[in-house]
């Protein structure tokens, strides 16, 4: 069983950037696949990008593709989101997710973060 928190979200103007951090604690985080959802109010909540357990497979959702990067550091328990060139419609809560298999459905994670609200204005 692991505990997520993450950090770094914020509110920053369009074409500008922000990183979103998530710290894990309990088990060993190198044995737990990572990814990234959002939601908006009223929407189910949605695939961002998501990270194998060794970091080596990555997986992004398309209108995130050449903007975002997903990378972890499994020496400091943590997974990060560096977001580019935002948009107004990449408002919304960012979540944290880990789950023992890899998948990019947000229904397969058991462990998530409380989420980071990031805000993006023109």
């Known amino acids: 069983q692991i505990q997520l928190v993450e950090s770094g979200g914020g509110s920053v103007q369009v074409g500008g950037s922000l990183t979103l951090s998530c710290a894990s604690s309990g088990s060993n985080f190198s044995t737990f696949s990572g990814g990234w959802f959002r939601q908006v109010p009223g929407k189910e909540r949605e695939l961002v990008a998501t990270i194998s357990k060794s970091g080596r497979s990555t997986h992004y959702a398309d209108p995130v593709k050449g903007r975002f990067t997903i990378s972890r550091d499994n020496a400091e328990n943590t997974v990060s989101l560096q977001m580019n060139l935002l948009k107004p419609e990449d408002t919304a809560v960012y979540y944290c997710?880990?789950?023992?298999?890899?998948?990019?459905?947000?229904?397969?994670?058991?462990?998530w973060g409380q989420g980071a609200q990031v805000t993006v204005s023109s």
């Open positions: 997710a880990a789950d023992i298999l890899y998948s990019n459905s947000p229904d397969a994670y058991k462990y």
